[in-house]
């Protein structure tokens, strides 16, 4: 059980136009999801806290006007990179918190690569 | 600030322990955990400890927990080529929706 499912796994998009890529809880509900940003070689670093039904919470540093984050269910999460750029080409993952449930898990989507040409 | 800090590269040889290092600010953090990625791939859990303990084992994986240094470690025993990957230390922030917080990765690799 707690699957989480990101698609799509890579993604080539022009530069100028806007990608969404979706996280979606498979066997579980989860009122929090987590966005992640990594560069090659590079840790994960933290783009914003998704919950259901309300705002996502941005990390610093991070545009929320170009990263647009819907929670519409507790098994859905998208993030919307809109005018996309090259620099904005990276590695995306996802992950969820099992709803009730103590963090002492976050589960984990298997990434979407994002190719700006 | 919150903080986690690892070294980037470990190279060892097979049946070998490969041991990671691992050092965090936040001393509020309930919980401490180690992920492996593997080549294009998501984060899979390996294991987890909760601040209160010193020590946790599961089968080759043992974590050792220094509150006072703010220093956490990873064992594997017998080090497969398989275990070759990427381990990312992660500190759960307390607070707000318990965010997790990633070192740099380090890179093991395992050679015959």
């Known amino acids: 059980g707690a699957v989480v499912s990101q698609h799509p796994s890579w993604v080539i998009c022009k530069s100028g136009t806007s990608v969404k890529i979706e996280c979606r809880s498979l066997d579980f509900q989860a009122t929090t999801m987590f966005w992640y940003r990594q560069f090659p070689k590079q840790s994960l670093m933290l783009m914003a806290t998704?919950?259901?039904?309300?705002?996502?919470?941005?990390e610093q540093g991070v545009e929320k006007d170009k990263f647009l984050i819907n929670h519409a269910s507790l098994t859905l999460s998208t993030l919307t990179v809109t005018s996309a750029h090259p620099e904005d080409s990276s590695f995306y993952i996802c992950?969820?918190?099992?709803?009730?449930?103590?963090?002492?898990?976050?589960?984990f989507g298997q990434g979407t690569r994002l190719t700006v040409v | 600030g919150e903080d986690v800090e690892q070294s980037l590269f470990l190279s060892v040889r097979e049946g070998d322990s490969s041991v990671i290092n691992c050092t965090y600010t936040d001393s509020s953090s309930t919980y401490l955990y180690w992920y492996k990625q593997e080549p294009g791939a998501g984060l899979q859990l390996l294991t987890y400890i909760f601040s209160n303990m010193d020590m946790k084992q599961d089968q080759r994986l043992t974590v050792l927990l220094n509150k006072k240094d703010k220093h956490l470690s990873l064992r594997i025993a017998d080090t497969q080529t398989g275990d070759s990957a990427i381990y990312f230390c992660?500190?759960?922030?307390?607070?707000?929706?318990?965010?997790?917080?990633f070192g740099a990765g380090t890179r093991l690799a395992v050679h015959p």
């Open positions: 992660a500190e759960g922030v307390s607070g707000g929706y318990n965010k997790l917080i």
């Open positions: 998704s919950n259901e039904g309300s705002k996502a919470t941005y």
């Open positions: 992950s969820a918190k099992v709803q009730g449930r103590m963090n002492t898990e976050a589960f």
